[in-house]
Each structure stands twice: as C-alpha cells, then as structure tokens.
C-alpha cells in the first residue's frame, strides 16, 4: 500500500522523535533502583563525608537510595577505574577531587584517561590550603619566608602527606613561582608530619586547613598565608599567598562525576539537585563545619575547571620530577 507524502513525512518524523522522547523519558522517570556512590578514599575523609551528605540528600530529593562504597587504593585510581567500567547509566557515580587532576600526570600506566573517560556533573566544595611554618622559624609574612628560603636554599625541611599529594604539589607550586628551593620530606600520610612540624623537626608545611587550623589557633604553627585566591572565613586575618605571589592559587576541591557517555538529561538533573542541595542552609553549614566552602558549578564550568587543574598540575609534577610512591 502506498502511503500519501504528508502521512509519510508525519510518521518518519514522528519515528525520528522517539529516541529523544525515551532518553527524556528515561532522565524525569531516573532513578529506578538503587544508585552507588564510589569514594576512592577511606571511611571519614571529606570526600567520604561529602559523598554521605550528597548521597542523603539525593535520596530524600530522588526516592532510591544512593549506597556508599569505599574502594580504596592506589591513590584513588582503584575506585576511578571501577567508575571508568561501569555501565554509563547513572547507576554508578564518583566523587572525584584534586588527587584525580594529580594522577593524571603522576601515575604513568593508568588503565583509563581521567578526562576522557569521566563525565564531570557538579561540583561540591572546595578547601584551602595554608602556607604553615614551625613558631621558631623567623619570617612572620609570605616575603620574609621567601628571603629567609633564598638564604638557605635546600636546608628548610618542608614536610607533605606524601609525594603527589595536594600538599606537595601546593608546596612545589609554591617553590616554582616563588624560585625558591625547600628540601621535600614526605610522610605517609598528614598526621605524622604535622607531629614533626609542630616538634620543631621541620620548618614549613602546606597542608589543607581542617586538618591544621587547631594547631594555628593554639599558636602551636604559625599561619603566614592560604592557598585560594580569596581569604578564607576560617582565618579571614590571614592573606592569601596571591597577595606576595601574582597568580598563586591551589585548593582542595570535590565533586560528582560519571561514566562518559551518560545520557545529558540524567547529568542535568543530578547537577540540579545537587545545586538545590549547595543553598541548603543545613548542607552549607556542615560542610562549613569541614573546613570548606560551598563550589557549585555547571557540568560544563566543572569540567573546565578539572581540565585546567589538570593542566596546571602537570606542569608542576613534570617541572619537580614528582614519581608516585
């Protein structure tokens, strides 16, 4: 039977029609079943918290429950690749941080490509790192310490959780703009190398604020400076290293990420509601009381934002000579 053109054309377009209408569809009817969130790190990190809070929240907002896992391993790279395999359907989501933008470069034989392989959705909060030194050290400014550095290159100890970490690379990023040269002493992990910054045994550390700001309010370490481009709420007397240092900016900074390849409409709502949750009074405050500040974005500023963190990370990692662990 020949069909007349117009109810030809109607029908082939109403055809062409469906697999945006399913995909609709699929996002306002997502999620159907339960949603895993995978956490890289250990049990009571502050992507670990961040991931509980989001994951409640999504929960209460969504209907399904949003599951925790903690995949530990490799610097985060276990629990990214887990993500990286999965199904690109929602149904499995990362919280990504700066370690991600830092392995990219520092990891040499990863099994997958960060930023091709992983689909930004929002980001969550983002920390600040301050410049720290021991009370006997004697530069009370950002300038002084610069000075005091340039006077004894290589003999000021400046300690890290580790080499590749967010307090490394702050510290070596520190070092190429300011033309200084400190002697690295990495540790496994922040807790030991703060007890010998505070013990006298090391000079300087950069190290994100939570972890150091009772420290600095005992007058136990001296804050010269933090690490974001604006002063931080927690020590709001104390200036940024940008001031001393033209275009020096480094933070700690977590978000949400997916599969490549995950319908948009699914990435849309999930940014959504997660933005919802970013002006919650309740959520602000707790992630306040962490140290953070609220970093909302788009899934597109987001993964400008990634891509330029990875961009600068790795200039920094090349330039040290950085090898994992």
């Given at each position: 039977m020949k069909l007349p053109r117009r109810k030809f054309l109607?029908?082939?377009?109403?055809?062409?029609?469906?697999?945006?209408?399913?995909?609709?569809?699929?996002?306002?009817?997502?999620?159907?079943?339960?949603?895993?969130i995978i956490v890289g790190v250990a049990a009571g990190s502050a992507s670990d918290i961040a991931a509980r809070l989001m994951g409640q929240w999504l929960s209460e907002r969504l209907g399904q429950p949003f599951v925790i896992e903690n995949r530990v391993g490799a610097?985060?790279?276990?629990?990214?690749?887990?993500?990286v395999r999965s199904a690109p359907d929602g149904y499995?989501?990362?919280?990504?941080?700066?370690?991600?933008?830092?392995?990219?470069?520092l990891y040499a034989n990863l099994n997958f490509n960060f930023i091709?392989?992983?689909?930004?959705v929002a980001s969550v909060m983002r920390t600040s790192v301050v410049m720290e030194v021991h009370p006997s050290v004697p530069a009370k400014t950002v300038p002084e310490f610069i000075a005091y550095a340039k006077a004894n290159p290589g003999k000021i100890a400046m300690v890290s959780a580790g080499n590749g970490t967010i307090?490394?690379?702050?510290?070596?990023?520190f070092k190429m703009m300011a033309g200084i040269d400190l002697l690295h002493v990495p540790y496994r992990g922040a807790p030991p190398a703060l007890t010998d910054l505070i013990g006298g045994r090391a000079q300087v550390m950069f190290d994100v604020l939570p972890s150091s700001i009772e420290?600095?309010?005992?007058?136990k370490l001296r804050a010269l400076a933090v690490t974001t481009a604006a002063r931080s709420e927690m020590l709001p007397e104390i200036p940024t290293v940008g001031e001393f240092v033209p275009g020096f900016e480094a933070s700690g900074w977590i978000g949400v990420g997916t599969p490549k390849n995950i319908p948009t409409e699914i990435v849309d709502k999930l940014?959504?509601?997660?933005?919802?949750?970013?002006?919650d009074p309740k959520i602000k405050a707790r992630?306040?009381?962490?140290?953070?500040?609220?970093?909302?974005s788009s899934p597109a500023e987001f993964t400008k934002f990634i891509a330029a963190e990875t961009e600068k990370w790795g200039k920094v990692i090349k330039f040290a000579g950085i090898k994992a662990e």
């Open positions: 109607r029908l082939a377009a109403g055809a062409a029609a469906l697999p945006a209408m399913s995909r609709v569809a699929r996002a306002q009817a997502y999620p159907m079943r339960p949603v895993r610097g985060g790279n276990v629990g990214t690749e887990m993500v499995t989501l990362l919280m990504v941080n700066g370690a991600n933008a830092i392995s990219a470069t091709r392989d992983i689909a930004p307090q490394h690379v702050t510290g070596e990023l420290y600095i309010r005992a007058n940014n959504s509601e997660i933005n919802v949750a970013l002006v992630i306040s009381d962490l140290g953070s500040a609220v970093f909302a």
